[in-house]
C-alpha cells in the first residue's frame, strides 16, 4: 500500500509520457509461483508453496486498477497441514497533474477470501508463517476486511530531482481466529506517514523512502493490548549499462514498544530491529539477462507477543538474534514486446549458530510470466 512509490514512478516517467501513453500495455497479467523451505537443524523445517495472480490495467487516462489473489499451501514437521486462499488484494488509482507536480489518490482493499476461523494446530501453523526470519511470500492466509484510502504528491525540484510525501490510513475490520471460539478479534487501525527522495539520470538512479506507521489497539477477549508503532528507512542505487547493470538496496525497521496480552495474537513472534543490505549484478542485454545478488538479513532479539506464547516450537528454536546470508540468482527472457518470463533462486544460510540454536537453513525458487496486452 505504499501510494509514494507508485508517485515517485509515475514522476520518473513524466518526461516520456507522451510516447508510453501510446505504446505501454493496457492491461498486464502476471502469475507465477514461489516454493520456499526452511529448516533449524534438527528441530522443524516448514515449507510454503504460494500461486499469485495479479491483474493490473488502465481504465481511463490517469485511472488504473489492480486486482492480486493467492493460493498457498503450508506444511512441516509436526505441523498441521493449511492450504487455501489469501485475501484477495483490489486497487484503484488516479493520477494527475497538479502544476509541476503529480497528485496520486489511490484506494486499496483486501476481500477476506483467506482463511481466519483455524483450529489450535492449524494457528500454531498460521503463526509460524509470520516469523519474520522465514520471509515466506504469504506470511498470513486471512486477515478480515481491510480498506485503505491514500494520497501522495511528488513535486519536481530539479533536473531529474523529485521530493514526495504521502499518507494513507487502514482500516481493519474484527474477524474470528479459532473454529472454536467466537470472540472478534480486531486488529488496529494503521496510519502510514512517507517521505523520500528520487534522483536520476539515463543510466542511473538514487532512491531514499522513510516511513512510520502508527498503530492503534488491538482487541481480544475483553483485553487491548498495541502492536506499537513502526518506522523504516530504504536506500537503492541503480546503475545500469546496456550489457551490465547494478543494484545496491539497504533498509532497516524498527519497531517500537508496545503491550503484551495473555491471549494469543496472529502474530506470536516479533524481530522489533531488522536491517537488509543487498548487492545484485545483471549482465547481458535486457531481453535476455541473467542476474546474481548476495544480501545480509540482520534480525535482532526475538520477542514473544504474548503472555503463553511457547518457545518448545521452532520460533524457540531460532538464534536469539540471527543473521542471515542470502545467495541468489534470477534470470529474465523476454519472449515478445509485451511478454517476459523470470525465474529465480535464493539460498538461505544462518551465520549464527550459538548452543541453544541451530543455524537456519532453507531456499526459495520460482518463476513468473507476465504478458502485457
Known amino acids: 500500500m505504499n501510494a509514494l512509490r507508485h508517485a515517485f514512478v509515475l514522476l520518473a516517467l513524466l518526461a516520456a509520457a507522451g510516447a508510453s501513453a501510446q505504446t505501454a500495455p493496457r492491461v498486464v497479467v502476471d502469475a507465477g509461483f514461489v516454493s520456499q523451505t526452511y529448516s533449524t537443524g534438527d528441530e522443524q523445517s516448514v515449507s510454503q508453496l504460494s500461486v499469485p495472480v495479479t491483474l493490473g490495467g488502465r481504465l481511463a487516462p490517469g485511472v488504473t486498477a489492480s486486482l492480486r489473489t493467492v493460493y498457498a499451501s503450508v506444511s512441516g514437521d509436526d505441523l498441521e497441514s493449511l492450504s487455501g486462499l489469501g485475501d484477495t488484494q483490489l486497487g484503484i488509482g488516479y493520477q494527475r497533474p497538479l502544476g509541476q507536480a503529480i497528485v496520486d489518490l489511490s484506494l486499496t482493499a483486501s476481500l477476506p477470501t483467506g482463511q481466519t476461523a483455524l483450529t489450535e494446530d492449524q494457528f500454531a501453523t498460521s503463526a509460524l508463517l509470520a516469523v519474520d526470519d522465514f520471509a515466506f511470500a504469504l506470511p498470513t492466509f486471512g ?9 501522495a504528491i511528488a513535486v519536481p525540484v530539479g533536473t531529474g530531482l523529485a521530493l514526495g510525501a504521502g499518507v494513507a490510513y487502514a482500516s481493519r475490520s474484527p474477524y474470528t481466529l479459532f473454529e472454536s471460539d467466537t470472540s472478534s478479534y ?11 527522495l528520487d534522483a536520476g539520470s539515463e543510466t542511473a538512479s538514487f532512491t531514499l523512502e522513510g516511513s512510520y506507521v502508527v498503530y492503534g489497539e488491538d482487541g481480544y477477549r475483553g483485553e487491548t493490548f498495541s502492536p506499537g508503532d513502526k518506522a523504516a528507512a530504504m536506500m537503492r542505487i541503480a546503475v545500469g549499462g546496456s550489457m551490465v547493470r547494478s543494484q545496491l538496496m539497504a533498509r532497516y525497521r524498527q519497531v517500537f514498544d508496545g503491550t503484551l496480552g495473555a491471549a494469543e ?3 506470536t513472534y516479533l524481530r522489533p530491529s531488522q536491517a537488509q543490505v543487498a548487492l545484485g549484478l545483471g549482465f547481458g542485454p535486457e531481453d535476455l539477462e541473467v542476474a546474481f545478488s548476495v544480501g545480509a538479513r540482520y534480525y535482532g532479539s526475538i520477542e514473544a507477543l504474548s503472555d503463553d506464547a511457547s518457545s518448545g516450537d521452532v520460533a524457540g528454536a531460532l538464534a536469539e538474534q540471527q543473521v542471515l546470508l542470502d545467495l541468489g540468482v534470477t534470470p529474465t527472457v523476454a519472449i515478445g514486446p509485451n511478454a517476459r518470463i523470470r525465474g529465480g533462486f535464493t539460498y538461505t544460510l544462518g551465520l549464527i549458530e550459538p548452543d541453544a540454536a541451530s543455524a537456519l537453513t532453507g531456499y526459495r525458487v520460482g518463476g513468473s510470466l507476465r504478458v502485457g496486452f
Do not use: D, F, K, W
Open 143 to 151: 486477515q478480515g476486511s481491510v480498506v485503505s484510502p491514500g494520497l
Open 186 to 196: 480486531a486488529p488496529a487501525n494503521e496510519t502510514i506517514l512517507s517521505v523520500g
Open 265 to 267: 495474537r496472529p502474530v
